[in-house]
């Protein structure tokens, strides 16, 4: 039987124990912070997940689909993962997925990465408040993984294509770095308009702030067609794959050879 996330049962009222919704002043205080992670400080102050991270964290919380039960069936069929699994999420954001799949999952080792600090900080508080020591947290380029090929049992991603630069890219590092017979699925928005709700209001803050010029990010989410969506997972010879649609997101599910 699945194990219930305290986190994912009662999203809001998590948030407000282990993200206060109200605390702006608290992610003043992690900009302020000396410790990014490694970045620079012009990484850091010109992405909008970054200087906006309590936005973003209260929609994914909040109003995101949860697709925790949809990726447990499609990468484990059999209904959960063997002992000792590895797997790493791509774009974790503030660790939603990464810290619900380790919470119930005790016995695998989860990675979230993400380039933002102020993201990946959230997600460690997360963790820790879920008292799970099976999930840590580490600033990355999805674009240009760290990690050796061949790494990890199963590799995840929401809502990541729609903010990158080079999807291409992206599909060829999760290929490299899945072992044989690992298998990975992505989860995308299908529709601009849905997608681009916290790009629209992270822009909107921006321009009344005097945060407003040089982000990187788009002003709004570009979208995958389907077709677009079926063709860029056919850049890599995976053994299997397939995407498809429901509501308002695709995805895809892969499995390496
Ligand atoms: C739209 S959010 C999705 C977060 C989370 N996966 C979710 O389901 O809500 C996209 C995330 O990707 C991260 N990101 C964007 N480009 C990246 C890159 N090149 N490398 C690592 N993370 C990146 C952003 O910092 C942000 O946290």
Redesign the pocket.
């Known amino acids: 039987m699945l194990r219930t996330s305290p986190i994912l049962a009662s999203p809001l009222s998590a948030l407000k124990s282990v993200l206060p919704l109200n605390s702006r002043a608290k992610a003043e205080s992690i900009r302020a912070s000396p410790a990014f992670d490694g970045a620079t400080a012009t990484e850091v102050s010109d ?1 909008l ?1 970054e200087q906006f991270a309590w936005l ?1 964290i209260f929609c ?1 919380e909040n109003l ?1 689909r949860d697709d925790t039960v949809r990726m447990i069936h499609s990468v484990w069929p059999s209904g959960g993962p063997a002992p000792g699994e590895k797997l790493i ?5 503030p660790g ?2 990464s810290c619900g799949l380790a919470w119930r999952f005790r016995e695998i080792s989860v990675v979230g ?4 600090p102020s ?1 990946l900080k959230w997600a460690r508080e997360k963790a820790r408040a879920l008292g799970i020591n099976n999930c840590t947290f580490q600033r ?4 240009d993984l760290s990690y050796p090929d061949n790494s990890f049992d199963v590799l995840l ?4 294509l ?3 630069p080079d999807r291409e890219r992206a599909v060829a590092e999760m290929y490299r770095v899945l072992k044989p017979g690992a298998r990975c699925f992505i989860a995308e928005p299908r529709y601009a308009f849905w997608a681009s709700i ?1 790009l629209i209001t992270m822009w909107l803050l921006a321009g009344i702030t005097h945060f407003k010029n040089g982000y990187r990010e788009p002003s709004k989410a570009t979208v995958l067609s389907t077709r677009e969506m079926t063709s860029l997972f056919r850049t890599q010879p995976w053994r299997r794959s397939k995407t498809w649609q429901e509501g308002r997101y695709h995805y895809a599910l892969c499995e390496k050879g």
């Open positions: 992405s997940f973003y994914r995101f999420e791509l774009g974790c954001g939603f997925y990465v993400d380039r933002s993201q990355d380029n999805v674009l991603a929401s809502r990541l729609t903010v990158l916290p």
